[in-house]
């Protein structure tokens, strides 16, 4: 399977859905180990990114991205803003001009995702970020190519987003709990959790527009 | 006289407005700009307003930028990468109210960029409760 603008809009329709379904859990746990907004903040974003879907049409998924991308930016606030920002950013540059994408297309697109979110916050694996998350989730996509396990990949990045509540934050406000951070779910694992699943279910064929 | 420029950012417009309002005081001439919040007023970091603010007081000599948690470095070095012109602007790690207080006094004598973001720094060591 391929990735179309129209499955890159399911997958963010998807995604949207999620949030707003998690927007209490996602603020309840930025509650706990930050500053208490990551659900209001990614409904905000990702309610102005379904506007922008159900308006435009675009020619290639590069255009998709940017403008999700900017979106995302200029309306979530937070640290999420600039880094979903900037994931979609990265992304766009890749898939500039491209109709559709293949799996490795997408994998390479995704990684400079990950790339852009390593250099914009500056966090390594291990930091109890969206990182521990991303990471394993490239890796997977780049050892599997075409044979990827949608539903292992679901099991995968569920469990590395529950593996973040081991860690100790050393980024962003909660690394000023230090220790008083280790028993919580990193918040911004939690929305990619959501984010890296919608889109394993629109390759498993379960979302229909 | 031209000046390197200070731009003071927060989470909280109040708390830019009121470090404005203490800069101000102590040093009018020096071109001085903030940005806080988000534009419904809500607490946060807008990388577009911090655009804007750096915009505002760009000079070649330099823009010193102060700021306070997360996502402000993460907002403010993304606008400085959107800026066309962003030689000279650089982010300083030192104390909001101090830092920037030390800063505008420097650059308001006329030193120079690598003169005033010192003056900044020294406040992170600064002993408030020395005689």
Known sequence: MVLGVDEAKRWLTRVNDEIHHNKGYL???????????HGINMARGFNEVQKKLTVSTYADLGGLCKDIGMTLLSKVGGASGPLYGTVFLK???????????????????LDAGLKGIEERGKAKPGDKTMIDVWQPFIQYLQKNGESIDWDK???????KTEFTKEMEAKKGRAAYLGKRS????????????ILLTELAYVFKGEVTS | MSYVSIVVLSHSFDIVAGVRDLLKQVQPDVPLAIAGGLKNGELGTDVFAIKSAIESVYSPLGVVILFDLGSARLNAEMAIEMLEENQNIRLVDAPLVEGSYAAIIEAGCGADLEDVIAAAMTMKSWNKLSD
Do not use: F, R
């Open chain 1, 27 to 37: 603020t309840n746990l930025d509650q706990a180990i930050g500053d208490g907004d």
């Open chain 1, 91 to 109: 992304m766009s540059g890749v898939l500039k001009g491209c109709e559709t994408a293949s799996i490795d297309e997408l994998t390479a697109a």
């Open chain 1, 153 to 159: 990949v679901i099991i995968l990045v569920k469990e």
């Open chain 1, 182 to 193: 280790i028993g919580h779910i990193d918040p911004g694992a939690a929305s990619s959790n």
